[in-house]
């Protein structure tokens, strides 16, 4: 049975009349991607064409996902909106505070525990307004989305970066901050931009060795992690085609590895078979009415020059397996080319850890053509040489791989089977010996590599590929070995190579589940008592943000200029951190720890102008607060890559920093920035980032003259007296400084006049 089924019949009847006058009104044939983000929007029919990369639009998404980590903080904001029910269908999914450490039961056992008042919050919260709840162990928010509530031409947004999982079942599923979720949770509009749009033609078809996953290592490594921004990237062609529903999934999901707003598929026969499988006939039957509407149309794939603002082609029949990393997900390399790559860049070739699932690689499709590979390991007579891991996507997917005797093939090899969680693709991983910080390397099947990310260890280099590369690299131990051509000695010295994994799409037998971890909320939830304990270390309720006093920012700090890579994970860690994320005084201590000090080259480094004294970061932070002195931080490109998480704007909020100024922002960043009531600003002049100095002191020049379009200008003072001038551009409309003004979006929400 499908989940909202008359909301999205709603939209499917929509969506041909709204779609034709966009055809009408733009005067073109139209994409996917255009469809679908004409259909959702806030005012219903369409009146007039918007401008790629200019036009902020109010969309009327159709639902709302959070995962644990930041539905704290952003049901702590709901709470504030003074509303009795989510206004659209909205769920929340316990995946984030699971710790990878012995196996699945003993970890789920231990999380349960130590996470209780987390978990009993999130419940209740969620009983009380309406909200679907997920229970720990239930899976990771994207797979079980992908599995319940994910259609073809929906639109959704979630608070989780890799919400674009979702776009595998052809939706617009775009990654936000809490503060953005409660906008649509609270039944307004949600803005933005008009994306620009990239078109990925694939053409061929995958075969051997070679998955869905090398698709977007592939597009990773063209586009780098920032050459998506602002753009929806829309893939196409027979290729896409002939793939697999989930292998679409992980596509879209390592999207936002390369800064995309999202990414998506037109519907076709591959979605329609996985949506029978996870029982929505009834989805399926209602898309195929209208299976025109979900798809691109025919002479934009034709011609996509003329309607993309880039295009790449692909060809799967000649696309190698890949491998990404290490610190970086656009760092591309064949695997033919690994072993002189890591060889050259002294990368140690022996593996420590194989690791595979996520939400990104653990579909059953994955897990059966990785259990293939660990088959053959008796089969031939081999030795497992890595360790290896498996994180299964949902409990569904989990019990399916359990009664199809998957997971009795990977404990024959001996792997470790953790719990449906995301666990070591986020730094929940308890990994023995990684507090030795020795180089080493790994290799998995998720979507990030940056530095600490999995284990924490600065210097363990983590490769990404395919589940079925990292198994064959697992059983190898070795980072040059390529299963294509290079053959193992096995327990009787004999030279064999590894048969090509297969697979199967879907489960012969139908998906199965005992318990899939599903709490519908209470039809009346006016009576729910949601209880916050005071002395709580976990969960604070939270006080509105000032507004502004109207006049300009004078005398403020530098705080830190963050030298190179600045993403979320260095702004707001998670890992250990991650039991604090509806604490935001006691999460604040994690600000800016990961970011490095341009002046020391130091993490965690920095000048209290005012002692003259180096120290922590979020502790000079807090000595400017509480002197009442302002603070900003400047940093470099993309700053803010990666996660959706809100805190990296939170934080600095709370913690008295006034504006942020770097050379250019992540999309997510930039927007949970502006609703968080701070300055996102960037260089004009980029050169200007070499001209702030240690013990600088910032002046607004212009700030009572805050408008669309106009450069605000900064006074920089020197330590020696002398002055440099510097334009700080911005993208704020009317309505965001509105947010400015007020002190935050949620304030105006509180207030009624959003």
Known sequence: MAFDIEMIKKVYENMPTRVDKAREIVGRPLTLTEKILYNHLWEGNPTKAFGRGVDYVDFAPDRVACQDATAQMALLQFMHAGKSKVAVPTTVHCDHLIQAKIDAATDLARAKTQSNEVFDFLSSVSNKYGIGFWKPGAGIIHQVVLENYAFPGGMMIGTDSHTVNAGGLGMVAIGVGGADA???????????????????????????????????????????????????????????????????????????????TTSTFGYDDSMSRYLRSTNR?????????????????????????????????????????????????????????????????????????????????????????????????????????????????????????????FIDTFHKIGATVFANAC?????????????????????????????????????????????????????????????????????????????????????AKGFYAEDPGFQAPAEDGSNVQVVVNPASERLQLLAPFDAWDGKNITGAKLLIKAFGKCTTDHISMAGPWLRFRGHLDNISNNMLIGAVNAYNQKTNSVKNQLTGQYDAVPAVARAYKAAGVPSIVVGDHNYGEG???????????????????????????????????????????????????????INFLDLTEFAPGKPLTLEFVHADGTKDIILANHTYNEGQIGWFVAGSALNLIAAGKA
């Open 643 to 697: 996660s959706s998480r809100e805190h990296a704007a939170m934080e600095p909020r709370f913690l008295g920093v006034k504006a942020v100024l770097v050379k250019s922002f992540a999309r997510i960043h930039e927007t949970n920035l502006k609703k968080q009531g701070l300055l996102g600003l960037t260089f004009a002049n980029e050169a200007d980032y070499d001209k702030i100095q240690e013990d600088d002191t």
């Open 423 to 507: 666990g070591p693709c986020i730094g929940m991983w308890d990994r023995e010996g990684a507090e030795k910080e020795e180089r080493n390397t790994i290799v998995h099947s998720f979507n990030r590599n940056f530095s600490k990310r999995a284990d924490g260890n600065p210097n363990t280099l983590a490769f990404v590929g395919s589940p079925e590369l990292v198994t064959a690299l697992a059983i190898a131990g070795d980072l040059s070995f390529n299963p294509l051509t290079d053959k193992l000695i096995n327990e009787d010295g004999e030279e064999v190579m590894l048969d090509e994994p297969t697979g199967d799409e879907l489960p």
């Open 182 to 260: 409660v906008d649509v949770m609270s039944g307004m509009a949600w803005e933005l931009k008009f994306p620009k749009l990239i078109g990925v033609k694939l053409t061929g078809k995958l075969s051997g060795w070679t998955a869905p996953k090398d698709v977007i290592l592939k597009v990773a490594g063209i586009l780098t992690v920032k050459g998506g921004t602002g753009a929806i990237v829309e893939y196409f062609g027979e290729g896409a085609k002939a793939m697999s529903c989930t292998g679409k999934g992980t596509i879209c999901n390592m999207g936002a590895e390369i800064g995309a």
């Open 281 to 405: 006939a009834e989805v399926a039957d209602a898309a195929d009415k209208i299976a025109s509407y979900l798809t691109g149309d025919p002479e934009v794939y034709a011609d996509p020059e003329k309607y993309f603002d880039q295009v790449i082609e692909i060809n799967l029949s000649t696309l190698e397996p890949h491998l990404n990393g290490p610190f970086t997900p656009d760092l591309a390399t064949p695997i033919s080319k690994m072993k002189d790559e890591a060889v050259k860049n002294n990368w140690p070739l022996q593996i420590q850890v194989g690791l595979i699932g996520s939400c990104t690689n653990s579909s059953y499709e994955d897990i059966s053509r990785a259990a293939s590979l660990a088959r053959q390991v008796a089969d031939k007579n081999l030795k497992t040489k890595s360790q290896f891991t498996i994180t299964p996507g949902s409990e569904v997917v989990r019990s399916t791989i359990e009664r199809d005797g």
